[in-house]
């Protein structure tokens, strides 16, 4: 495996990992809260992400690249409100988009096919995951500081994702 793509891959299982604890300390924050749907969003968004980390360990092992586990940033564990908890969100996302993007590129420098037809995968889930984001947030964003709103969005949050799943 060429070096400069197996530097990038190792990055991208540190970002996923990196997303996974993000969206398990933003569970958390929610579940304390009192938001339990908002809880239940992200703890199975921080599983996604770990899938995603998983798969690449996988693929860069098969490939006979060397992986290397990361060591993580503490991830932002108060937030002001769902609000600010979703703009995080949505922030984390475009930056994985970005970073995906970037290796995408460095496959068609390097000529790596097969890690570029590996990382389309990637390149779906994320236009998925920002799309849902920015739903998300769109709605909070109309909600504005409503509490009697801000308590239908967490009554409704798995309802409104699954929507968004299957569009
Ligand atoms: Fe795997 Fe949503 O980044």
């Known amino acids: 495996m060429n070096a400069t793509i197996e530097t990038l891959l190792n990055n991208q299982i540190k970002y996923e990992a990196q997303a996974s604890m993000q969206y398990l300390a933003m569970a958390s924050w929610a579940d304390a809260t009192g938001y339990n749907g908002v809880a239940d969003f992200f703890y199975s968004q921080s599983e996604e992400e770990r899938v995603h980390m998983t798969k690449l360990v996988k693929f860069v092992n098969e490939r006979g690249g060397k992986v290397s586990i990361p060591k993580l940033e503490e991830p932002k564990a108060t937030y002001k409100g769902l609000n600010e908890l979703f703009e995080k969100f949505l922030e984390s996302e475009m930056f994985v988009t970005e970073q995906i993007n970037h290796v995408i590129y460095e ?33 909070l964003n109309i909600i504005g500081n409503d509490k009697s709103g801000h308590y239908l969005f967490d009554r409704d949050i798995i309802t409104i994702a699954a929507a968004q799943d299957n569009a």
């Open 107 to 139: 496959c068609l420098q390097h000529k790596d096919y097969n890690v570029h037809n590996f990382m389309q995968w990637y390149v779906t889930e994320q236009l998925e995951e920002e799309a849902m984001a920015r739903t998300l947030l769109d709605k």
